[in-house]
């Protein structure tokens, strides 16, 4: 069965420094790996998803993400914060085989002004 | 296109009554997904449905947790005799239905039981 890890409950940075928020995943077979933002009271919009091809993913609002296969991690960076980040952000993982998509628990962001 | 549409946002029932939430995917999309979520965690998997055949079914879900996708377009999810636990926010979610393919999620059916 899959898992994904988000080791880190809160994430601070300051306003236009780079920011990492981590994920690490468990699956059968093939990954497909995916982020999403959530704002509060609101669902979870997509940012981006890796699936096969070039191991730096770009997506939305200038957030990318890393898929390391040897590290089993996918995660999410931004080369310069803006306070409109902070959110809640998800890591969400896949396998080939089964197409159920798990959560991880997510990933405070707080962008300090 | 209009994306997924959830009703309602907002329900209050008391206990041991039954809810139902209704879900409307994407239109043609063929894979129809239910999360719950709770505050501070991550969206929990429920079920999911290829169609009007429901695939998988998790199984933290109770006996009183039934979905349904009759004609494989809007999905209900039924709650019957309501606890306390059972408040949170029901996602529903719907894709093309490919491996690999993105999820889009409507903005939830928040659920408190009093």
């Known amino acids: 069965a899959q898992s994904v890890a988000q080791p880190e409950d809160q994430v601070n940075v300051a306003e236009g420094n780079p920011l990492t928020v981590k994920c690490t995943y468990s699956v059968s077979g093939n990954p497909y790996l995916f982020w999403y933002v959530q704002y509060p009271n609101r669902g979870l919009q997509f940012l981006l998803k890796?699936?096969?091809?070039?191991?730096l993913v770009k997506g939305s609002y200038g957030f990318e993400a890393e898929f390391n296969k040897s590290q089993t991690s996918f995660h999410l960076k931004k080369p310069s914060a803006l306070v409109s980040d902070s959110a809640l952000y998800f890591c969400?993982?896949?396998?080939?085989?089964?197409?159920?998509?798990?959560f991880g628990k997510g990933t405070r962001l707080h962008i300090l002004p | 296109d209009t994306g997924v549409s959830q009703d309602p946002r907002h329900k209050i029932t008391k206990r041991g009554q039954n809810v139902t939430f209704r879900c409307d995917p994407i239109s043609e999309h063929n894979r129809l997904y239910w999360y719950r979520q709770t505050l501070g965690q991550g969206p929990e998997f429920l079920t999911y449905?290829?169609?009007?055949?429901?695939?998988?079914k998790s199984r933290l879900l109770s006996d009183r947790f039934s979905a349904e996708r009759p004609k494989g377009s809007f999905s209900t999810l039924e709650i019957q005799r309501t606890e306390q636990g059972d408040s949170a926010m029901y996602l529903c979610?719907?894709?093309?239905?490919?491996?690999?393919?993105?999820?889009?999620f409507g903005e939830g059916s928040w659920l408190t039981v009093v």
């Open positions: 890796y699936i096969t091809g070039d191991n």
């Open positions: 449905f290829q169609n009007e055949a429901q695939l998988e």
């Open positions: 979610a719907s894709s093309p239905g490919r491996s690999g393919n993105t999820i889009y």
């Open positions: 969400a993982v896949a396998d080939n085989r089964d197409d159920k998509i798990i």
